[in-house]
């Protein structure tokens, strides 16, 4: 196999000579939600630094680095910051942190991530189940030649988001009161926010938010088996929604004020995960 397995597999022995710990579930924290992070029961850290060949994170506000710990008494392994395919890596990159903490252990993928709203019916602050993705306008990271040992050349891709998944985090939210809607993710590359007419042609094909992430890391981690789940916090409504200008501030602002019941949405749910891994 090529030099990117190759890569993958260092890494992969370089972490495991630093900690023996097994997780069960792979969080991968998105804008605004690196804090939850620094309230597991922590056990070992890994910087993306240290490790050769690993992608680094330049965008503000991600922190980049593994946290291995508990929630609750389930094992976990945290992605402080993730990499995005606007910094210039190529897919495989990208997902190579998600794939690497599959072969750690996990066997669960919850991701996260801050979103534009594009269905009406949401507001800034609303948190969205993803039931279903679209990731037809970036690349695949399955691109290129399969790497066997992870996973199958066709991978099926008819439940992305585990229904069992879904149902305990819409149990989790409804016994926290946490208002929680669901919908469909649509992957654009960034780095610039949509146009209102690629917001408009998204809500056509059936998207209800947009981001700059987490597809590819789905597409990935169903390649080599993981369960998925995920949930988008939507920051601000998506271009053209509304006759306002985007920014990142916005977005920083939104995932600020809600950060303390997106926390609370995905430590409870992983608790509750911890009977089904
Ligand atoms: N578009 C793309 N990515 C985003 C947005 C958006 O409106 N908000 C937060 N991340």
């Given at each position: 196999m090529g030099t990117e397995y190759d890569t993958l597999m260092q890494a992969y022995e370089f972490c495991r000579k630093q900690t023996d710990f097994r997780p069960k579930v792979a969080l991968i924290l998105g804008s605004?939600?690196?804090?939850l992070a620094d309230e597991i029961q922590m056990e070992a850290t890994i910087s993306y630094a240290d490790i050769h060949g690993f992608p680094k994170s330049t965008v503000e506000g991600h922190k980049g680095r593994y946290v291995f710990?508990?929630?609750?008494k389930v094992p976990v392994v945290i992605m402080q910051g993730r990499v995005h395919y606007y910094e210039g890596y190529s897919m495989s990159e990208v997902v190579l942190p998600t794939r690497l903490m599959g072969l750690l252990g996990a066997e669960i993928l919850f991701l996260t991530n801050a979103a534009g709203g594009i269905r009406k019916e949401f507001?800034?602050?609303?948190l969205m189940l993803i039931r279903d993705q679209i990731?037809?306008?970036v690349p695949s990271p399955l691109i290129g030649k399969n790497m066997d040992s992870l996973g199958c050349r066709f991978p099926d891709m008819s439940e992305i988001y585990r229904k069992d998944l879904q149902r305990i985090i819409m149990e989790t939210a409804d016994s926290l009161h946490i208002p929680l809607e669901s919908g469909v993710y649509i992957q654009f590359t960034g780095p610039a926010y949509e146009s209102p007419a690629e917001v408009r042609m998204a809500g056509l094909l059936g998207a209800d938010a947009c981001g700059m992430s987490t597809a590819c890391e789905a597409v990935a981690a169903n390649?080599?088996?993981m369960k998925i789940c995920g949930v988008s916090c939507i920051t601000n409504m998506a271009s053209g929604i509304l006759d306002v200008p985007l920014s990142h501030q916005e977005v920083q602002e939104t995932a600020d004020r809600v950060a303390g019941l997106f926390k609370a949405l995905v430590r409870e749910s992983i608790k509750r995960m911890g009977d089904i891994v």
């Open positions: 605004g939600l690196g804090a710990g508990y929630l609750g507001q800034p602050g609303t990731s037809s306008f390649h080599m088996g």
